[in-house]
């Protein structure tokens, strides 16, 4: 029997069969672990560097400095944060020499094939370290080119988050470069200190984040958008009345043009032409909203405000940045230039979750910038791999769109409703809407950058893994609250796996991922990772053609997958040896069934198809409780009891069969009742802590023809996401199940309460 910590550390040995308080201890530890801090803001400059559509950064020093010289040297240099040690696996394609520096030492070379072979890609392997990682790059000039991409393998998944070095960029994001030298100003010397100052060397690092004098002297939308009659920029900002008491707030100030100013929504100023304007407001303690909207004049436009305390010596009232903005202290925030035209909601307007139309036919968009040059805000999903210790708040999961995050939601939402806590299922809602509230942005900041820095895996859509799991947790949570915004992204990710997604010539789903390690396979994972969004989105579109899919699917699976004479799936069919690996991997089996009991719950009676899949759900489960353990667990490799017991396999075997015998499906019910229920004691024994941290869960999964690849390289990772939200699962169809076993007892008994 596999141990993961003593059984009287467990939850078993502190609750006993209260399963309705363990869960509430699964969730609340989660909830607890994981604050609702959705996204960092941070200063980006776009005249910086820009990732391409792989998410490589695009140190194409050539094509910045055309003028440059062969055997001249330009510089790179950006800083990774690690909340931990971890690896990632990196890519970097040259277009000349490069020597990559990782934390001082020197970690790649260029040899002469990298440098002039087209398209040449070397992956490294580089271990960061807990703290800052320092990521330097020297590039040389030859004819060939100069400068090389950059960037973690996988980008949309292992984000690389790299911030600018410097004292005096301290919080802003990207990258620094140097303009050409004719010299290795590094060459047997240390290189530059990344937390110290930028003045200290003698290279000029680029991109610029300060304004020249002659550009400070001008207005500030002069400044920021040039001079163009016919438009119009707004500013927001906070306004700090610190004092315990009401205050009279004088807002003084002059303009180049038009003019209003509104506090907390209502309008207290309005200028129609240029000139000064003095007012006195009212204001309680605390901070308000400070919005002004200044009109192009013939010429040069902007305007200047000052607020202080109206009579008296007339202390300055402090203007705050409306978000807490890394990498920038400017108190205002500016949108622009829009046309005269277009009309804006003072209280839709102070947000940052959304973008603001041009013109009145919306043909274009824009986003809120800075008074810096180029210098635009920007929100960053900052994962454990990437956060930094300029970010407020702990590393958290919460806003982040992907598969296990998907299963986890979907686990507090049920656990919710049944232990009838509100909060819980608002804590699960608010972290879907953060990432449907910036959907419409996100599309945005890929056109603007070349790579979004939030919703990754959606906007870069490309295979299921990237929507279905999570896309069918938004539809879950649209039960709860029909929350509009949920609906575009549904219709996208639907169109996906309808209409665009690659299939066999029979239709079944699988993944093309040329030139990749599971380049031409099926992985049995895939079915969670489309059949039940395909079915909720049926259930809230009426759209036949989904269901009907869904169905479909698990059919065509069932040619490539099934092994028979054992009645479990093969985790993968390889259609590159045209067989499939015969390694019936613990978790991809337990997605098989999951996704199917989710298929069955709202498959019609007289769906066609209904019948062979009632069936196939027998088949399954019987040969799943054949290879039950006896602690009640299931190996990681079902048929090998030399495996490790696994935690996550466990649980969906758990929920299936409990979901199988409450729904009527199963045709000898009562095996199963003793299979599921001593499953879920053993996952409260041996899987769940007193604490409600979950052990025993595998890490995510590749491939391979061997077992050992299950038994030995994967191990498991305490808490994982692949394994918490299915626990959360587990307990809620359990409870359910006892529940439903009491009414049958009740009415077979003949007793009513």
Known sequence: ????????????????????????????????????????????????????????????????????????????????????????????????????????????????????????????????????????????????????????????????????????????????YSAPVDRDVFENTSLPDALGSEQEGELRWLPRCDWSESELAMPVGERLFGVQPGKQFYGWTKLDQASYRSELCSLEGSSTGPLTVWVDGTRVVELIDEGSFRVDVQLSSGLHDLVIRSRSGDASWGCTLRASASGGAGERFPLLPPRKVHGSSEPWLYVGPLDDDVELNVAELIRTDQLYATDVYAHAKTYWRLDRPDAWLRPYYENAMLSNKWTVGNVTNYARWDYPLGVTIYGLLQAGRLLERQDMIAYALDHVRSCTEMFEYSLWDREQYGFPAVNQQLVMMKMLDNCGSFGSAMLEAFKEEQDAGFLPIAERIADFILHRLERKEDGAFYRICKDEYSENTMWADDLYMSTPFLCRYAGITGSSEALDEAAKQFLLFRKYLYMPDQQIMSHVFDFKYQVPTGIPWGRGNGWTLFSLTEVLEVLPSEHPNRPALVEFFNELCGGYMELQADSGLWHQVLNDPEAYEEASCTAM?????????????????????????????????????????????????????????????????????????????????????????????????????
């Open 1 to 176: 029997m596999t141990t993961y910590f003593n059984e009287m550390e467990s939850i078993h040995s502190r609750l006993g069969e209260d399963d309705s308080r363990t869960l509430k201890v699964l969730a609340d530890r989660y909830i607890g672990a994981n604050s609702p801090i959705p996204f960092a803001f941070r200063a980006f400059y776009r005249s910086g560097i820009l990732q391409n559509a792989q998410g490589l950064y695009d140190l194409n020093l050539g094509s910045r400095w055309p003028e440059a010289k062969p055997g001249q040297y330009a510089y790179a240099y950006g800083l990774v944060w690690s909340d931990g040690e971890r690896n990632l696996d990196v890519l970097l394609q040259c277009l000349g020499p490069i020597q990559l520096y990782f934390n001082d030492e020197l970690a790649y070379r260029s040899n002469v094939i990298d440098e002039i072979k087209p398209d040449a890609c070397m992956k490294l392997n580089l271990n960061f370290v807990k703290g800052w990682n320092r990521l330097f790059i020297k590039a040389k000039h030859t004819a060939a080119g100069f400068g090389c991409l950059f960037g973690s393998d996988e980008a949309k998944v292992r984000i690389l988050h790299v911030l600018t070095p410097f004292a005096e960029r301290q919080g802003q994001a990207g990258w620094i």
């Open 653 to 753: 075997f758990t929920y299936s069969f409990a979901r199988g015998v409450r729904f009527g499906w199963l045709q000898e019910p009562q095996r199963f009742v003793g299979a599921a229920l001593k499953a879920w004691r053993a996952l409260t024994r041996l899987a769940i802590d007193g604490q409600g941290n979950v052990h025993g869960v595998c890490s995510g999964s590749r491939y391979a023809f061997t077992a050992d690849y299950y038994k030995k390289d994967l191990l498991t990772v305490t808490n994982d996401n692949h394994g918490v939200g299915i626990m959360m699962l587990a307990g809620t169809e359990v409870v359910k199940l006892k529940i439903w076993l009491r009414k049958q007892e009740i009415e077979r008994s003949g007793v009513f309460e």
